[in-house]
């Protein structure tokens, strides 16, 4: 892996876990404001125990894909974390929202296509039997 693809994988990476992180925490504390917190969910007509379902699976997610080692349990973190903002993108949509409640969501699936794409080789899954 060159430098530069490093770099690049590491700075979405460390980008990544912290919106991860950050949602998470809103979330878990069931902030009013903030990125998928209370009134954003409300919103989205979502039932509130859900904020502590996503802010416990980022949580964890963010673990996996920081940890060496475990490229199969990275592939299903870095598939949750596609899930989930692709899921954040469309509920916005489906309600006409601006662009402003676009913002986050686009951003963090951004930075999971980036952090996927650029992971080193042994943070990818092989296949045994080719």
């Known amino acids: ?3 530069r693809n490093k770099i ?9 876990a912290l919106g991860m ?26 039932p509130l125990y859900i904020l502590t379902i996503l802010g416990v699976w980022k949580l964890l997610g963010v673990i996996a894909v920081l940890m060496p080692k475990f ?18 993108v469309f509920s916005h949509f489906a309600l006409g929202d601006g662009a402003k409640e676009f913002f986050g969501p686009v951003l963090l699936l951004t930075l999971v296509l980036i952090s996927w ?8 899954l092989t296949m045994i039997n080719k």
């Open 21 to 46: 992180v950050s949602t998470a925490l809103v979330q878990l504390f069931r902030a009013r404001a903030g990125a998928g917190g209370l009134d954003s969910i409300r919103h989205l007509g979502y």
């Open 8 to 16: 690049i994988y590491w700075v979405a990476t460390a980008w990544l």
């Open 117 to 124: 794409y650029f992971r080193p080789a042994d943070r990818r």
């Open 71 to 88: 490229p199969l349990l990275k592939e299903w973190a870095y598939a949750g974390f596609f899930f989930v903002v692709t899921g954040a």
């Open 1 to 3: 892996m060159s430098k």
